[in-house]
């Protein structure tokens, strides 16, 4: 297990420094940030000066090691447009953007699961024919439809919930006030639509091979209740996928709700990220990319180490 | 993570919104309002709340909500006076400002002399500032404090813009803010003025809460508590408006115009801007220009952008109005120069070029080129409004006079950099003047020269001696109504060289409850003192 580990950490060590040579080579050759950020009746006098003040005017290499050798010490650099630490400004954005993908993922576990375990143990009932009708709307809608489709409905015109925005907050976190759990609701359902489609599917098709397989049948056999076959011998061999799908969702989910943060203004990272990159924020970028190429690695490793608490045939593989 | 990212795509968006607005019309719309609050949204991020670090359309509306300047300006970007109640020039190269009296900060510090040359001081010393405002206090030679009220600011020779240039500079308090970092403001510490305003609470790129400065000097603000958020994306802010979480928005999108206008729940307040949208021409080259060919996709020996009737013809092809009408739904006016009527320094009698496309043909025969030439024209797809079909647009109406031509939309950020190394040979893209015709000339029109720093925009690379005479002459001279000429002259001498194509003059429009009323702004600024409860 513990070479298993470094042999990860080294991998990402690698996956870190290339995904930064790639973004500090991709923003140079997009584009001059200064020429974006600075006012346009700036006189070339100020011009260069703000090249000097951003660091821009050192060589492309030069900035690369200016950049890891401040990172060696923890410091990503400042953003160039809020002169804030990037990390401090990211981390900021960071407990928004987390409530709405576990609030997402929650709400897509609830409703998922159960309608594809229904869908794939009576796959003929009308019921289960509206459920994979419903999932494919819920594939093919695009999100920032759906999340405009949703404000329009349920604050416009039912003036249910609000439209936009994050309400109060009590330690940094809106789930724990009303006020703040209604702002919630309906960016996390967005978001969540996507998911459940995907949950249902994933379920469904579990269940259904399940359910031909020879430990079924024979625990049928047996005589063992339906339910019993169901929830536990069905149920616990279907979670390995979804558990991996549903885990690497989350680290999308985390790192790329940019179009459901954007239409719902919700401050979260990934309304940072998509600014940052209109602005050519390297120093941002850069910091999001890695706290984001992190995050999967970590994600990676729990779905690794959930699998083997789920299927005892993954730890004896490992034993062995 | 790219079918999320697709979604982004601007036109599809658009294409929904019409959708989802007809419903939202079709649905009655609620109006709950606090007296004394003001909630408001505005479509840019503010990216500090220092005012000396960015220099930054939203940033500047934000800082004139919470501090002064020496001169302030009003709705058509008129100087009035501000912390200053007189101005004056003592010598030719000296300016005399008289302070106004009995000014105190919302810490309860008075405003003096002293705090001004502070301002001074600090204003080129910003670290890391993306977009600086030292160009405001670089002409000043030096700061001599005649008393506690009275300053006086020698420059280099005669500077008539002193007053202009004050205009955008935000006196701070010397005892507060001697080692203020950007920081501090952002974190609302340092965020202390003489405004109308003083800042409660800030989250970065997300929102402010203000309320009322009560010893304001000026015309007190109705509003007790300001809520101003930023929601960037066009259709969340018109939903918000729409759904009554926000009673005040700006930038509205013009493809909602007209459905916004309609609803008698709503009331919109808009003026022309200073903002002109415009093409600009590869004059420099000789011989071939990159993105102009022959008929067969061959090279021109020389570059036809350099003939005056071939400019002319590319100007009097465009039929302006119908872009004005139909791309920019109304929300634009036509215009053949950089500013609109009544603001200083407008040319009289130089209308926007009248659209003729059988004179623009017998041009370009006369030129040489009676069938016409390829060429492809660039510009922006995200910056100003409508740009890519804007320039789709006049693709197709150059494209009838014989001049062949493709349309490239790019983002902004790639779009940019290009002009600015002049890769293209025609492209368009926009410019937010000051009301004083040196402003455009000097960045626009001058000959590029790096030790005058004019021509820093003139990614075209026009020159013209003459044009730069007469900007030299007027740049000395002090009396505003004889600089007023000499400017009227040297834009008149540059436009009719068609030195650069202009197209329109954006309208600056603001959407709120019926409720409200509001005082446009010329200058784009959103501040919540304009708004008032409907009387």
């Given at each position: 297990m513990t070479v298993y580990l470094l042999r990860r950490l080294f991998q990402s060590l690698l996956v870190l420094v290339a995904m930064s040579v790639i973004v500090f080579v991709g923003v140079y050759a997009v584009g001059d940030p200064v020429e974006i950020l600075i006012s346009p009746d700036a006189d070339q006098f100020e011009r260069e000066r703000a090249i000097r003040a951003l660091g821009l005017d050192l060589p492309l290499w030069q900035q690369y090691l200016v950049f890891v050798k401040n990172a060696l010490q923890g410091d990503l650099g400042r953003s160039f447009v809020f002169s804030e630490?990037?990390?401090?400004?990211?981390?900021?954005?960071?407990?928004?953007?987390?409530?709405?993908?576990?609030?997402?993922m929650f709400i897509s576990i609830l409703i998922g699961l159960p309608l594809g375990l229904y869908a794939g143990l009576k796959p003929d009932s009308p019921g289960a024919k509206v459920i994979m009708a419903g999932s494919i709307l819920g594939f093919s809608l695009p999100t920032f439809w759906v999340g405009l489709m949703l404000i329009m409905v349920f604050a416009v015109q039912l003036g249910w919930l609000p439209s936009t925005g994050r309400g109060e907050t009590l330690w940094g976190w809106s789930f724990l006030t009303a006020n703040g759990l209604s702002h919630l609701l309906l960016p996390a359902i967005n978001l969540a639509l996507f998911k459940i489609s995907l949950v249902i599917r994933l379920t469904r098709s579990g269940v259904r091979e399940t359910m031909l397989m020879d430990y079924v049948k024979f625990a049928r056999a047996k005589g063992l209740s339906p339910a019993r076959v169901t929830y536990v011998h069905v149920f616990k061999n279907i979670l390995i996928p979804v558990v991996t799908v549903v885990g690497l969702e989350l680290g999308s989910t985390i790192a790329f709700s940019v179009v459901t943060e954007s239409v719902f203004a919700w401050p979260g990272m990934g309304k940072l990220i998509i600014d940052s990159i209109n602005v050519l924020d390297r120093p941002v970028i850069v910091a999001y990319l890695m706290i984001i190429v992190l995050m999967f690695i970590v994600i990676n490793l729990i779905v690794d180490i959930l699998y083997s608490v789920l299927d005892p045939r993954v730890r004896l593989e490992g034993q062995a | 993570m790219s079918r999320r990212f697709r979604g982004l795509s601007?036109?599809?968006?658009?294409?929904?919104?019409?959708?989802?607005?007809?419903?939202?019309?079709?649905?009655?719309?609620?109006?709950?309002?606090?007296?004394?609050?003001?909630?408001?949204?505005?479509?840019?991020?503010?990216?500090?709340?220092?005012?000396?670090?960015?220099?930054?359309?939203?940033?500047n509306a934000v800082a004139a909500m919470v501090f002064d300047r020496l001169v302030n300006t009003d709705g058509q970007a008129r100087q009035v006076p501000g912390l200053a109640e007189s101005w004056s020039t003592v010598a030719p190269d000296t300016w005399e400002f008289k302070l106004r009296r009995g000014v105190r900060f919302h810490n309860g510090n008075e405003f003096t002399a002293e705090d001004v040359a502070f301002t001074f001081r600090r204003v080129p010393n910003v670290p890391n500032s993306p977009s600086s405002f030292a160009a405001f206090v670089r002409p000043i030679r030096e700061v001599q404090v005649v008393d506690s009220h009275t300053i006086r600011l020698r420059t280099d020779g005669p500077y008539p813009l002193l007053p202009q240039d004050m205009t955008n500079v935000y006196i701070l308090d010397r005892e507060t803010h001697e080692n203020a970092t950007t920081e501090d403001f952002n974190a609302g510490r340092a965020a202390v003025g003489t405004g109308p305003f003083r800042v409660v609470s800030h989250r970065l790129g997300d929102r402010i809460e203000f309320e009322r400065n009560d010893e304001y000097f000026g015309d007190k603000p109705h509003w007790q508590r300001v809520n101003y958020r930023m929601i960037v994306n066009d259709s969340a802010r018109t939903a918000a408006l729409l759904a009554g979480d926000v009673e005040f928005i700006d930038q509205v999108p013009t493809?909602?115009?007209?459905?916004?206008?309609?609803?008698?729940?709503?009331?919109?307040?808009?003026?022309?801007?200073?903002?002109i949208i415009y093409l600009s021409l590869d004059?420099?080259?000789?011989?071939?220009?990159?993105?102009?060919?022959?008929?067969?996709?061959q090279p021109l020996p020389r570059n036809p952008l350099r003939d005056l009737r071939v400019r002319r013809a590319l100007s009097m092809a465009i039929d302006r109005q119908a872009i004005v009408d139909r791309v920019m739904e109304g929300a634009a006016t036509p215009?053949?120069?950089?500013?609109?009527?009544?603001?200083?320094?407008?040319?009289?009698?130089?209308?926007?070029?009248?659209?003729?496309?059988?004179?623009?043909?017998?041009?370009?025969?006369?030129?040489?080129?009676?069938?016409?030439?390829?060429?492809?024209?660039?510009?922006?797809?995200?910056?100003?409004?409508?740009?890519?079909?804007?320039?789709?647009?006049?693709?197709?109406?150059?494209?009838?006079?014989?001049?062949?031509t493709a349309v490239e939309a790019q983002p902004w950020t790639t779009f940019v950099a290009r002009a600015g190394r002049q890769e293209f040979s025609a492209f368009l893209i926009g410019w937010g003047s000051n009301p004083e015709g040196s402003h455009p000339l000097r960045n626009l029109i001058a000959t590029f020269n790096r030790d005058r720093g004019w021509g820093a925009s003139n990614r075209g690379r026009y020159s013209n001696p003459e044009v730069d005479a007469l900007l030299i002459q007027a740049l000395g001279t002090i009396n505003d109504g004889e600089r007023e000429q000499i400017l009227i002259r040297a834009q008149r001498m540059a436009l009719e060289d068609v030195a650069i194509i202009p197209l329109h003059i954006q309208t600056n429009i603001w959407a709120m409850r019926n409720h409200l009323r509001h005082d446009s702004r010329?200058?784009?600024?959103?501040?919540?003192?304009?708004?008032?409860?409907?009387?």
């Amino acid at each position: 297990m513990t070479v298993y580990l470094l042999r990860r950490l080294f991998q990402s060590l690698l996956v870190l420094v290339a995904m930064s040579v790639i973004v500090f080579v991709g923003v140079y050759a997009v584009g001059d940030p200064v020429e974006i950020l600075i006012s346009p009746d700036a006189d070339q006098f100020e011009r260069e000066r703000a090249i000097r003040a951003l660091g821009l005017d050192l060589p492309l290499w030069q900035q690369y090691l200016v950049f890891v050798k401040n990172a060696l010490q923890g410091d990503l650099g400042r953003s160039f447009v809020f002169s804030e630490p990037a990390l401090q400004l990211i981390l900021q954005k960071m407990p928004a953007t987390l409530e709405l993908a576990f609030g997402a993922m929650f709400i897509s576990i609830l409703i998922g699961l159960p309608l594809g375990l229904y869908a794939g143990l009576k796959p003929d009932s009308p019921g289960a024919k509206v459920i994979m009708a419903g999932s494919i709307l819920g594939f093919s809608l695009p999100t920032f439809w759906v999340g405009l489709m949703l404000i329009m409905v349920f604050a416009v015109q039912l003036g249910w919930l609000p439209s936009t925005g994050r309400g109060e907050t009590l330690w940094g976190w809106s789930f724990l006030t009303a006020n703040g759990l209604s702002h919630l609701l309906l960016p996390a359902i967005n978001l969540a639509l996507f998911k459940i489609s995907l949950v249902i599917r994933l379920t469904r098709s579990g269940v259904r091979e399940t359910m031909l397989m020879d430990y079924v049948k024979f625990a049928r056999a047996k005589g063992l209740s339906p339910a019993r076959v169901t929830y536990v011998h069905v149920f616990k061999n279907i979670l390995i996928p979804v558990v991996t799908v549903v885990g690497l969702e989350l680290g999308s989910t985390i790192a790329f709700s940019v179009v459901t943060e954007s239409v719902f203004a919700w401050p979260g990272m990934g309304k940072l990220i998509i600014d940052s990159i209109n602005v050519l924020d390297r120093p941002v970028i850069v910091a999001y990319l890695m706290i984001i190429v992190l995050m999967f690695i970590v994600i990676n490793l729990i779905v690794d180490i959930l699998y083997s608490v789920l299927d005892p045939r993954v730890r004896l593989e490992g034993q062995a | 993570m790219s079918r999320r990212f697709r979604g982004l795509s601007g036109e599809k968006i658009m294409a929904w919104k019409g959708v989802a607005l007809a419903l939202a019309g079709a649905i009655g719309l609620s109006a709950p309002a606090t007296a004394q609050t003001l909630t408001m949204a505005v479509g840019a991020p503010v990216t500090s709340l220092d005012p000396h670090f960015h220099q930054l359309s939203p940033n500047n509306a934000v800082a004139a909500m919470v501090f002064d300047r020496l001169v302030n300006t009003d709705g058509q970007a008129r100087q009035v006076p501000g912390l200053a109640e007189s101005w004056s020039t003592v010598a030719p190269d000296t300016w005399e400002f008289k302070l106004r009296r009995g000014v105190r900060f919302h810490n309860g510090n008075e405003f003096t002399a002293e705090d001004v040359a502070f301002t001074f001081r600090r204003v080129p010393n910003v670290p890391n500032s993306p977009s600086s405002f030292a160009a405001f206090v670089r002409p000043i030679r030096e700061v001599q404090v005649v008393d506690s009220h009275t300053i006086r600011l020698r420059t280099d020779g005669p500077y008539p813009l002193l007053p202009q240039d004050m205009t955008n500079v935000y006196i701070l308090d010397r005892e507060t803010h001697e080692n203020a970092t950007t920081e501090d403001f952002n974190a609302g510490r340092a965020a202390v003025g003489t405004g109308p305003f003083r800042v409660v609470s800030h989250r970065l790129g997300d929102r402010i809460e203000f309320e009322r400065n009560d010893e304001y000097f000026g015309d007190k603000p109705h509003w007790q508590r300001v809520n101003y958020r930023m929601i960037v994306n066009d259709s969340a802010r018109t939903a918000a408006l729409l759904a009554g979480d926000v009673e005040f928005i700006d930038q509205v999108p013009t493809a909602d115009l007209a459905r916004l206008r309609r609803d008698d729940r709503l009331y919109m307040s808009e003026v022309t801007g200073l903002r002109i949208i415009y093409l600009s021409l590869d004059h420099p080259r000789e011989e071939a220009s990159p993105f102009v060919t022959d008929n067969n996709g061959q090279p021109l020996p020389r570059n036809p952008l350099r003939d005056l009737r071939v400019r002319r013809a590319l100007s009097m092809a465009i039929d302006r109005q119908a872009i004005v009408d139909r791309v920019m739904e109304g929300a634009a006016t036509p215009s053949g120069q950089f500013f609109p009527p009544g603001i200083f320094s407008y040319v009289p009698d130089l209308p926007a070029p009248r659209f003729d496309a059988e004179g623009a043909r017998r041009l370009l025969a006369e030129a040489g080129f009676p069938q016409g030439f390829r060429i492809t024209l660039h510009g922006p797809n995200d910056r100003y409004p409508n740009d890519g079909r804007i320039i789709q647009a006049i693709g197709q109406m150059w494209t009838r006079i014989g001049v062949r031509t493709a349309v490239e939309a790019q983002p902004w950020t790639t779009f940019v950099a290009r002009a600015g190394r002049q890769e293209f040979s025609a492209f368009l893209i926009g410019w937010g003047s000051n009301p004083e015709g040196s402003h455009p000339l000097r960045n626009l029109i001058a000959t590029f020269n790096r030790d005058r720093g004019w021509g820093a925009s003139n990614r075209g690379r026009y020159s013209n001696p003459e044009v730069d005479a007469l900007l030299i002459q007027a740049l000395g001279t002090i009396n505003d109504g004889e600089r007023e000429q000499i400017l009227i002259r040297a834009q008149r001498m540059a436009l009719e060289d068609v030195a650069i194509i202009p197209l329109h003059i954006q309208t600056n429009i603001w959407a709120m409850r019926n409720h409200l009323r509001h005082d446009s702004r010329a200058d784009e600024l959103t501040r919540a003192q304009d708004v008032k409860p409907a009387r």
